[in-house]
Nanobody, 125 residues
Framework: QVQLVESGGGSVQAGGSQRLSCAAS????????MGWFRQAPGKEREGVAA????????SYAESVKGRFTLSQDNAKNTMYLQMNSLKPEDTAMYYC??????????????????WGQGTRVTVSS
């Protein structure tokens, strides 16, 4: 049974840092496309970062390039999102997702099959 569990959300001041974790079970993350998405109130879910199987390709949304870093610990079967220089506009519910293959862009939510329950990040100014 595939399961994704996010953790690490919370409140932080603008300019601060936070690290999100996504613990996976029921499959091996290095064999899957893995992604981080976020959804702010009243907005559509948007792709933040994604990585291809075996970490060959990592993609980032323009809005987070240079500030966010996706990484994986294959021994722990866990994916991370290190978020630095946080801004109030980064406030959202953050989700991790997995897919055995992507039929469209890796930052498109509709291409992922499995989702976690989300963890909330609030950045105050």
């Amino acid at each position: 049974q595939v399961q994704l569990v996010e953790s690490g959300g919370g409140s932080v001041q603008a300019g601060g840092s936070q690290r999100l974790s996504c613990a996976a079970s029921g499959f091996i993350i290095k064999d899957y496309w893995m992604g981080w998405f976020r959804q702010a109130p009243g907005k559509e879910r948007e792709g933040v970062a994604a990585v291809s199987p075996r970490g060959v390709i990592t993609s980032y949304a323009e809005s987070v390039k240079g500030r966010f870093t996706l990484s994986q610990d294959n021994a722990k079967n866990t994916m991370y999102l290190q978020m630095n220089s946080l801004k109030p506009e980064d406030t959202a519910m953050y989700y991790c997702a997995a897919a055995p293959a992507v039929s469209s862009g890796s930052l498109r939510a509709d291409t992922y099959n499995y989702w976690g329950q989300g963890t909330r990040v609030t950045v105050s100014s």
